[in-house]
């Protein structure tokens, strides 16, 4: 093994072990987690303020309610984008150039005909298998792992049954065979197994090591999800409108014109 390869490793090993003690592991937790909700309700309001909004346009009524829809997604957009920056660390323009044209309409012109308006509708939904893979992870990786890690406190517990149960017998049938001499010469034996429990300490602090590396990797993975999440919310909401802070710049103008 080269040493680069060598240093390379070391430095993969040291980081997966240290992935409890870092903060920002905590911080990608909470992104994380926040964006099964999120997602839902972005669905929700562009699953159906959109084709509702399509369906009254023949009548004139749909017209300003997709607008309004459109207007909601920017902001929320926007609140995507500033989440990411302050649990995620991730770098983002703050683009508010485009909503301070002199009229009304050139700023409904430049939100209508710009790529990244559409960029922010595909976005906020697609949050949504975001959230669905980090809520997969943490209920059945993470949350398996943290209760394999606490078997040692509770194993002995009077009638508690901590071990594997099947609801039919497994077996396992490991087979060497070799030709010789015109004859096939092999070997076979079956491995039968119906329940094993934990009964001493010994192997509940071997179930625990099995629990702690179960949850690094949970933690692990739950931190390559949180770069993927900042990089495609860096690609999908960088250059952006921040509608907060052209609101913002807004109200300071007309208070200083006032």
Known sequence: MSRSASVRLRRGVRSFLASPLRPQTYLNLLYLSLAVPLGFAYFMLLAIGVPIGLGLAVVVVGIPLLVLVIAVSLGLATVERRLATFLLGVDMDRDTGRLDADSRRERIVAVATDRDTWTALVYLPSKLLLGVASFTVITTVVTTGAS?????????????????????????????????????????????????????????????????????????LLNWLARLSG????????????????????LDRGTRGA
């Open 148 to 220: 394999l890690l606490l078997v040692p406190l509770y194993y002995d517990q009077p009638g508690l049954y901590v071990g594997v149960v099947t609801d039919r017998p497994v077996e396992l049938h490991p087979a060497l065979y070799f030709g010789w001499n015109r004859l096939l010469v092999g070997y076979e034996t079956v491995f039968r197994v119906e329940a094993w429990r934990v009964t001493t300490l010994g192997e509940a602090l071997a179930v625990a090591a099995v629990g702690a590396f179960v949850v690094l990797a949970g933690l692990q």
């Open 231 to 250: 990089w495609y919310t860096r690609v999908m909401l960088g250059d952006t409108y921040d509608v907060i802070g052209a609101t913002r710049r807004a």
